[in-house]
């Protein structure tokens, strides 16, 4: 999809919109519905990967890609501080919704997600792979991107 994205700040903004409604259930036409938007975020996205080939320090489930897009999608529009923010209310309300579970890999993977979020807002999204493979790849993965011819 990031090397689909039309030209400038259009094509970023329909990247972030199509990856977060394929791969972490955001659907910002229901927004107003905001019980239907929360129910969507928490469910299974249209298009999940598994956790094959990221790090175990970011998979606590069969689908880290939602959580880490959710975050990069978090990221593109918020300020780094508010983002945070919502990272830390969405992981205490999952806190209280799972009776009493932390997820440290969440909080991690939401971390490298806004931040990835707040460097696309000012590059493009074709840097979005590289940024993910480079920060949530098991090593082994790492090692085999590193030796690829670039």
């Known amino acids: 999809m990031a090397a689909q994205a039309p030209a400038g700040w259009p094509g970023s903004v329909w990247f972030l919109l199509r990856i977060g409604e394929d791969c972490a259930g955001i659907r910002t036409q229901d927004v107003m519905n905001p019980l239907r938007f929360l129910h969507q975020m928490a469910g299974a996205p249209p298009h999940q990967f598994g956790a094959d080939g990221f790090h175990p320090d970011f998979v606590d489930d069969v689908n880290p890609a939602r959580h880490y897009i959710a975050f990069v999608f ?31 890999n969440d909080v991690r993977s939401g971390q490298i997600g806004v931040l990835h979020g707040r460097w696309l807002r000012r590059t493009a999204p074709v840097v979005l792979p590289g940024l993910t493979a480079g920060a949530l790849a098991a090593p082994t993965t790492r090692n085999e991107s590193a030796a690829q011819p670039v």
Do not use: H
């Not at 918020?78 to 009776?99: D, N, Q, S």
């Open 74 to 104: 978090v990221g593109f529009w918020l300020p780094t501080f508010l983002a945070m923010l919502v990272l830390y209310a969405w992981e205490i309300a999952g806190f209280i919704r799972y009776g009493g579970y932390w997820s440290l």
